[in-house]
């Protein structure tokens, strides 16, 4: 089984900074992308950032410039930092992870999309 955890939210001032970092860890046979999406309060959850496994990125036209999205191969983590935050960057930031898990089952490794819990990040000016 495949598990993704977050941390690094927190609360920080206008014009701040925060990283936040996400690892999978289980029975991996690969990942094919890793991404952070957000949901505000009473908004729809959208794409901040992705990673693939070729270091290709994308990002959200609303961060670009002041997020990068960097990922450690080695480790099955990716990060999020946050530079010049503004408070419509307030929001709970989820990883999201595209796999594919070990499975001794006919067909070989099993494709799986996986989200983390979550982690609260708070802008205030």
């Known amino acids: 089984q495949v598990r993704v955890v977050e941390s690094g939210g927190g609360s920080v001032q206008a014009g701040g900074s925060l990283r936040l970092s996400c690892t999978a860890s289980?029975?991996?046979?690969?990942?094919?992308?890793m991404a952070w999406y957000r949901q505000a309060p009473g908004k729809e959850r959208e794409l901040v950032a992705r990673?693939?496994?070729?270091?290709?990125?994308n990002y959200a036209d609303s961060v670009k410039g002041r997020f990068t999205i960097s990922r450690d191969s080695a480790e099955n983590t990716v990060y999020l930092q946050m530079n010049n935050l503004g408070p419509e960057d307030t929001a709970v930031y989820y990883c999201?992870?595209?796999?594919?898990?070990?499975?001794?089952?006919?067909?070989?490794?099993?494709?799986?999309?996986?989200w983390g819990q979550g982690t609260l990040v708070t802008v205030f000016s």
């Open positions: 999201n992870v595209e796999a594919y898990e070990v499975t001794y089952e006919v067909g070989g490794p099993r494709y799986v999309v996986l």
């Open positions: 289980g029975n991996i046979f690969s990942i094919d992308a």
């Open positions: 990673i693939f496994s070729d270091v290709r990125t």
